[in-house]
């Protein structure tokens, strides 16, 4: 059969499915850029500069059981989450990074054509997901602050509103949205994911509220604080009730034991990694400043452990190119709500001074 043959039988609606603009890996720049791979400073998807916990890597070396599939009634993990949230296992289910838990809400709540209501600009997974699940999408624009405009929330609602997604602090405007927004979303009735990825940077969360709240979700992950975002685990705290129908349509074995023994090590070893968030939070208060005093770059304040800068000269993509040349990976941004904008992940304090200086020479092109 030609290749043409089989395409038509590919999902109308994929065809011009367009994917997701995923982050690029360091190995793939070998020779392209003029550092070697070792020395690229990647500040391009919120990852960890100091990586994961020494005792997470002295675990993973002495573990003996790959062999053994997971317990896919994941109770170990969950036990331990419970110890770390405070929030009753029964309540919690992990997933191979939190994007897997956002894909089975889609698939739990959503039907082709039902609406999905996403606060832009905002994490691109949701959108990504929403697609996938052949989902209409009604965007609620935020406002010029980032902040999400919850009258207009509650005007885009319809009968077809089947799940509203909020992400705090956001990515990529690392906006915090106030907990009295928050519950005056939840206060309408639908289902609400309040996407908590970048938690541990500020210690605010809606997770004492889960099961109290018949429609409350609240998302975390490792891939952030604990710096195993290539280990792809994450999780969720949801109603009794749906946090039942997610363990049985989950694909069983979705958190390896890998990933399992990491992150339950990673909760041991909290202080530890703590430490290493609030350098990368008082890090990222210094490169604030600094990126305000290029002149050329706008920061936006952030509670994450990112900054979103528009450029106010040049283009954002001309810079993130040439940054990229010198080994200096970050994300751009040129969209209608996100025009000519660079989102900076913080790095080790060496690595910013890199960053800053890169950006200084670029500025004095400009
Ligand atoms: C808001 C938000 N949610 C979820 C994720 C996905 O994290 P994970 O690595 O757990 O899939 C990210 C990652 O960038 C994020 O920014």
Redo the contacts with the bound molecule.
């Keep these: 059969m030609s290749e043409e043959g089989i395409e038509k039988f590919v999902r109308p609606d994929l065809k011009s499915f367009g994917g997701y603009a995923a982050s690029k890996a360091p190995e793939t720049l070998k020779g392209k850029v003029s550092v070697s791979v070792e020395e690229i400073i990647k500040l391009d998807?919120?990852e960890n500069p100091y990586g994961c916990s020494p005792k997470v890597k002295k675990a993973i070396s002495d573990y003996t059981g790959i062999h053994v599939y997971p317990d896919s009634g994941q109770q170990e993990l969950r036990r331990c989450l419970q110890d770390y949230t405070g929030v009753p296992m029964e309540h919690i289910v992990a997933s191979a990074?939190?994007?897997q838990l956002i894909d089975l809400l889609m698939r739990l709540f959503v039907s082709k054509g039902d609406e999905v209501i996403n606060c832009i600009p905002t994490?691109a997974?949701f959108q990504f997901f929403i697609n996938l699940a052949e989902g209409t999408t009604v965007n609620v624009q935020r406002d010029e602050n980032f902040m999400v405009d919850v009258e207009a929330l509650k005007k885009a609602i319809t009968p077809r509103t089947k799940l509203i997604l909020l992400?705090t602090p956001n990515?990529p405007t690392g906006t915090i949205m106030p907990k009295k927004d928050i519950l005056e979303v939840l206060d309408i009735g639908l289902p609400t994911l309040v996407?908590e990825?970048y938690f541990e940077f500020t210690g605010e969360t809606m997770a004492p509220l889960v099961g109290r709240y018949k429609n409350l979700m609240v998302?975390r992950?490792f891939?952030k604080w604990a710096g195993l975002?290539g280990l792809?685990i994450?999780y969720g705290m949801f109603p009794v009730e749906i946090a039942n129908y997610l363990l049985r349509i989950k694909e069983p074995y979705c958190v390896n034991v890998i990933a399992q023994l990491a992150a339950i090590e990673s909760v041991k070893d909290k202080d530890y990694l703590m430490e290493k968030v609030k350098i990368i939070s008082s890090e990222r208060d210094n490169l604030f400043g600094l990126l305000k005093q290029t002149g050329w770059l706008k920061p936006f304040p952030s509670k994450a452990n990112f900054i979103l800068c528009a450029v106010l000269k040049g283009r954002a993509r001309d810079v993130q190119q040439k940054l990229e040349e010198m080994g200096i990976l970050v994300r751009y941004f040129d969209t209608p709500l996100l025009k000519d904008s660079l989102r900076i992940s913080v790095g080790k304090p060496e690595e910013n001074k890199l960053l800053v200086q890169a950006l200084n020479k670029i500025g004095e092109a400009l």
Aim: no cysteine.
């Design positions: 998807a919120n990074g939190s994007d994490f997974m992400a990515n996407d990825a998302l992950t891939s975002a792809r994450g």
